[in-house]
């Protein structure tokens, strides 16, 4: 631990203890951010979790790393708490391709279909929903409305959708978003890293397109990205999501080497060349100075009624998933 960071640690300890306030982290933002909120007793999650580890402590100021749809996420399942976000501009592709009117008319378009809508949106597109998903959820949950002879709308990222109706067979109708770090891996230039490795596993995020998933060893979510670059037997991981994820990889497997998939190149022709712009505007100069700003998220309370019953359908359904596979394993 270099001295720099052993200073940040200690402010950053006493600025949240004299605000009542908790650092939570997505494992996209930078290394820095992920490791001071591991040391101050915080978290690093994906959305979902972040959320719900949220509701779990004491604190009356929760501090999220990431962008703001896990702000209005955390805001939902904590609505009696202060929930700050460290930029306000970080935003996402995915939830900006879905704005309220364009997807309400889409949706009436389909009254009989089941409306699911990934955690990647925002508290009105929620509020207007059925059910929320993650990536981790999605399959087993669109496999049951299946069951149910269920037709659905699916929302907003078209790749995932198009990996889930692939799996599932399910009838779905699909909205046209798309992430920009995941929409960029380019097939030929990946099967050339994997030939040039020769020994290496490929672990691929579902919100990439159909070619990239196909050349997958592993598909899923980032929890599961993680934990199966712990478990891989190949010295030579690939991977295809947002590099800041590599913190959490290497930590579990110094010993392994990590690569990123390979996007159009570092060139003014790639949109992210696999980075999140947004969630690069997260940082530690931010962070100490959130309570001078405007960097308070507030939401409408019928808003967050309604998005926090689609988000409590899916956790309710994700809590007798995993009880269900446990019991059968």
């Known amino acids: 631990m270099n001295i720099q960071y052993t200073e940040k640690l200690k402010f950053v300890k006493n600025f949240l203890r004299q605000n009542d306030a908790k650092l939570i982290a997505h494992y996209y933002v930078d290394e820095e951010l992920q490791k001071l909120a591991e040391d101050t007793g915080g978290c690093v999650a994906d959305s979902l979790q972040m959320a719900k580890f949220g509701s779990q402590q004491k604190e009356s100021k929760l501090i999220i790393a990431g962008v703001r749809f896990m702000g209005e996420t955390a805001k939902i399942l904590n609505p009696e708490k202060n929930i700050y976000v460290i930029d306000k501009d970080a935003t996402c592709s995915l939830d900006e391709s879905c704005q309220l009117e364009p997807f309400q008319k889409f949706c009436n378009s389909f009254p009989d279909r089941e409306i699911v809508v990934y955690a990647n949106t925002s508290a009105k597109i929620k509020a207007i929903s059925d059910w929320v998903v993650t990536s981790s959820i999605a399959i087993p949950l669109v496999e049951n409305l299946a069951s149910q002879n269920k037709k659905i709308i699916w929302a907003p990222d078209k790749y995932l959708g198009a990996y889930i109706q692939d799996q599932t067979g ?13 929409e960029e891996y380019k097939t030929i230039e990946l099967k050339k890293l994997i030939t040039h490795l020769g020994d290496c596993d490929v672990l691929v995020h579902p919100e990439s397109p ?6 997958a060893d592993v598909v899923g979510s980032t929890t599961k990205l993680i934990n199966a670059s712990q478990k891989s037997k190949s010295k030579n991981i690939i991977v295809a999501t947002e590099k800041n994820i590599f913190y959490q990889m290497k930590k579990l497997s110094p010993e392994k080497n990590f690569f990123e998939a390979p996007t159009e190149g570092e060139g003014a022709t790639c949109k992210s060349c696999g980075r999140c712009p947004w969630m690069d505007l997260n940082t530690y100069k931010k962070l100490i100075n959130i ?3 405007n960097n308070e998220l507030l939401l409408d309370e019928l808003v967050i009624r309604n998005a926090k019953k689609s988000i409590n359908r899916m956790i309710e359904f994700e809590d007798k998933f995993y009880q269900e596979s446990t019991r059968v394993s």
Do not use: E, P, Y
Request: net charge positive; aromatic share 10%.
């Open 210 to 215: 159909r070619s990239i998933i196909q050349l």
């Open 170 to 182: 399910i009838d779905m109708k699909i909205w046209n978003g798309a992430c920009i770090v995941h």
């Open 291 to 293: 309570f001078t700003g």
